[in-house]
């Protein structure tokens, strides 16, 4: 029999063999090949079972959504009073013959201009001669297809838009100023601080989700000298993973400051817990998502009246149902703006 010396290396390891007899060598290479294809198999069960939790995921959303577009309009042909005041929205959805999240006419796609950094390993689309960087998970298509959600669909970023937007930030009365500091919390891409970070004297990005924190780095290098990003959420207390709203403002409250807050469906306790923090502030705007549950419309406008603060609702109106149960009427405010 002969011998075999020599190192072989395997995904992650690397086995030295000295001196191994052929019959050994190959018990050892029939072993490692009955070793790879068990993993193999092992992991093409894995990802066969997240296909089809996934597939099972998006079956139950469309019977979902199904369900609640055929609630809304059963109740408004019952209710035709209440009904006059969705008009538009309800002659959208008889329309579109389906659920919509924006029940009003979007505009069409125009042209984005979106790539892939080679250096950074991140795809990004063109905002206003800047780069809006996003995951490496994410396709060309998948960021273009968002981009254009945000700005087409939603308007997000309009400033006294005429259309009835519910998603719109800001109007004519409550908007970013020259020399704002600037909270954006729940940033996601960061596309709203991104937009207004030539106005702003300061901008503090705020986005716990991690598959963020590399693309907002990476999206607002360009301005690290007056950019900060925190990887943590906003809560009621301050804990290793969160920060309250009162601290997180406490450096830069003495400031004129706009906030813009869509911390899903997380705004009206955080909120409440600062009260007391915002009642004593006269520069402060804010703009918070009040459609994540059926109810935080008015009490959070509740809120803001109790400590002296003006507010607006943007307008038109949207159908969510990812976090409870939507009630009559299901059409719900988007955007609440607040300003002392």
Same mark, same amino acid.
């Given at each position: 029999?002969?011998?075999?010396?020599?190192?072989?290396?395997?995904?992650?390891?690397?086995?030295?063999?000295?001196?191994?007899?052929?019959?050994?060598?190959?018990?050892?290479?029939?072993?490692?090949?009955?070793?790879?294809?068990?993993?193999?198999?092992?992991?093409?069960?894995?990802?066969?079972?997240?296909?089809?939790?996934?597939?099972?995921?998006?079956?139950?959303?469309?019977?979902?959504?199904?369900?609640?577009?055929?609630?809304?309009?059963?109740?408004?042909?019952?209710?035709?009073?209440?009904?006059?005041?969705?008009?538009?929205?309800?002659?959208?959805?008889?329309?579109?013959?389906?659920?919509?999240?924006?029940?009003?006419?979007?505009?069409?796609?125009?042209?984005?201009?979106?790539?892939?950094?080679?250096?950074?390993?991140?795809?990004?689309?063109?905002?206003?001669?800047?780069?809006?960087?996003?995951?490496?998970?994410?396709?060309?298509?998948?960021?273009?297809?968002?981009?254009?959600?945000?700005?087409?669909?939603?308007?997000?970023?309009? #400033? =006294?838009? !005429? *259309? @009835?937007?519910?998603?719109? $930030?800001?109007?004519?009365?409550?908007?970013?100023?020259?020399?704002?500091?600037?909270?954006?919390?729940?940033?996601?891409?960061?596309?709203?601080?991104?937009?207004?970070?030539?106005?702003?004297?300061?901008?503090?990005?705020?986005?716990?989700?991690?598959?963020?924190?590399?693309?907002?780095?990476?999206?607002?290098?360009?301005?690290?000298?007056?950019?900060?990003?925190?990887?943590?959420?906003?809560?009621?207390?301050?804990?290793?993973?969160?920060?309250?709203?009162?601290?997180?403002?406490?450096?830069?409250?003495?400031?004129?400051?706009?906030?813009?807050?869509?911390?899903?469906?997380?705004?009206?306790?955080?909120?409440?817990?600062?009260?007391?923090?915002?009642?004593?502030?006269?520069?402060?705007?804010?703009?918070?998502?009040?459609?994540?549950?059926?109810?935080?419309?008015?009490?959070?406008?509740?809120?803001?009246?109790? #400590? =002296?603060? !003006? *507010? @607006?609702?943007?307008?038109? $109106?949207?159908?969510?149902?990812?976090?409870?149960?939507?009630?009559?009427?299901?059409?719900?405010?988007?955007?609440?703006?607040?300003?002392?």
């Amino acid at each position: 029999m002969g011998y075999r010396v020599g190192t072989y290396h395997v995904p992650g390891k690397t086995i030295i063999l000295v001196a191994m007899k052929d019959s050994a060598f190959k018990n050892l290479l029939v072993n490692l090949r009955a070793l790879f294809t068990t993993n193999i198999r092992r992991r093409i069960n894995e990802n066969t079972n997240k296909i089809a939790m996934l597939e099972e995921f998006v079956v139950d959303q469309k019977i979902t959504e199904r369900y609640y577009f055929l609630k809304v309009l059963d109740y408004y042909v019952r209710h035709e009073q209440e009904a006059a005041a969705f008009q538009k929205e309800l002659d959208y959805l008889r329309q579109k013959g389906t659920y919509c999240i924006f029940p009003y006419p979007t505009e069409s796609i125009s042209t984005i201009q979106s790539g892939f950094d080679t250096a950074a390993g991140l795809p990004y689309v063109v905002h206003n001669q800047k780069k809006l960087y996003f995951p490496a998970s994410f396709s060309e298509e998948a960021i273009v297809e968002t981009y254009s959600n945000y700005i087409q669909t939603e308007k997000i970023l309009a #400033i =006294g838009d !005429t *259309s @009835e937007a519910p998603h719109q $930030y800001q109007s004519s009365t409550v908007h970013v100023e020259k020399g704002d500091v600037i909270f954006d919390i729940g940033a996601a891409e960061g596309l709203f601080a991104l937009d207004q970070v030539d106005n702003a004297s300061r901008v503090i990005i705020v986005e716990n989700d991690p598959q963020w924190t590399e693309p907002l780095h990476h999206t607002f290098a360009p301005w690290q000298e007056k950019t900060m990003v925190i990887q943590k959420g906003v809560s009621v207390v301050d804990t290793d993973y969160n920060l309250s709203l009162k601290t997180l403002l406490s450096e830069t409250a003495d400031h004129p400051t706009f906030i813009k807050m869509d911390i899903e469906g997380y705004e009206l306790p955080v909120i409440t817990s600062a009260l007391d923090f915002l009642k004593g502030k006269e520069n402060i705007k804010m703009a918070a998502a009040v459609y994540h549950r059926q109810h935080d419309a008015e009490e959070i406008k509740a809120l803001f009246d109790s #400590i =002296g603060y !003006t *507010s @607006e609702f943007s307008k038109g $109106y949207m159908l969510f149902h990812l976090y409870d149960m939507p009630t009559p009427p299901y059409f719900r405010r988007g955007i609440i703006r607040a300003k002392k």
